[in-house]
């Protein structure tokens, strides 16, 4: 059973970066694909980011392309989100998700544990 802990979030101004990191506390974290969604207030949970078990693939909104970057150091049960170019509709809380099945990495319901969340607030 993966437990994962989100950090890293907080207010930035419009055009600033912040980097999110998940830990994770199972022992087979490499194992598991892992993603990053985000709930803004009102709206519901959506897709951000994914990442392979070994990092080869990623996958991305099209909303944040370009800008944010998602990574993953298996020796230290962590995963990343580099969040660059930030905009007020970035605001949110982020939450990192890890899934051992499912066909797709966009989807909420194919994954299996979920961190509390961190709160990402952009001041424009």
């Known amino acids: 059973q993966e437990q994962l802990v989100e950090s890293g979030g907080g207010l930035v101004q419009a055009g600033g970066s912040l980097r999110l990191s998940c830990a994770a506390s199972?022992?087979?974290?490499?194992?598991?694909?892992m993603g990053w969604f985000r709930q803004a207030p009102g709206k519901e949970r959506e897709f951000v980011a994914a990442i392979s078990w070994n990092g080869q693939s990623t996958y991305y909104a099209d909303s944040v392309k370009g800008r944010f970057t998602i990574s993953r150091d298996n020796s230290k049960n962590t995963v990343f989100l580099q969040m660059n170019s930030l905009k007020a509709e970035d605001t949110a809380v982020y939450y990192c998700a890890a899934r051992w099945g499912g066909v797709s990495p966009m989807e909420s319901n194919n994954y299996d544990y979920w961190g509390q969340g961190t709160q990402v607030t952009v001041s424009s």
């Open positions: 199972g022992r087979t974290f490499k194992m598991y694909r």
